[in-house]
């Protein structure tokens, strides 16, 4: 299984940014197609975006298009989730994840690895 390690996240008021990454040891994580997902209280896991592995095709939420780009760089075995214009709604426990359905819309696939999350909180 990989082993993925997000890191990026933290406190930012509305309007803010922050770039979340995600990185693995052990395994090269171009092999697979990685996505971003969040949890908020209450509410179920969402997929926020996902990014396929060789054509690089990406997929995103309707609540974030237009604010959230997400990226890879093979070189550093990372993939990135750059987050602008953040709203209170995107507070959420944020999650990366290797071995995803992209083209159906951002789903975790049986064989998924998680990553241990990292919070987001938007808020003045």
């Known amino acids: 299984q990989v082993q993925l390690v997000e890191s990026g996240g933290g406190l930012v008021q509305p309007g803010g940014s922050l770039r979340l990454s995600c990185t693995a040891s052990?395994?090269?994580?171009?092999?697979?197609?990685i996505g971003w997902f969040r949890q908020a209280p209450g509410k179920e896991r969402e997929g926020v975006s996902c990014?396929?592995?060789?054509?690089?095709?990406?997929y995103y939420a309707d609540s974030v298009k237009g604010r959230f780009t997400i990226s890879r760089d093979n070189a550093k075995n990372t993939v990135y989730l750059q987050m602008n214009s953040l709203k209170p709604e995107d507070t959420a426990v944020y999650y990366c994840?290797?071995?995803?359905?992209?083209?159906?819309?951002?789903?975790?696939?049986?064989?998924?690895?998680w990553g241990q999350g990292t919070q987001v909180t938007v808020s003045s």
């Open positions: 052990r395994f090269t994580l171009d092999y697979y197609a």
């Open positions: 994840a290797a071995d995803v359905w992209v083209l159906i819309g951002c789903v975790p696939r049986s064989t998924v690895s």
């Open positions: 990014v396929t592995s060789t054509d690089g095709i990406t």
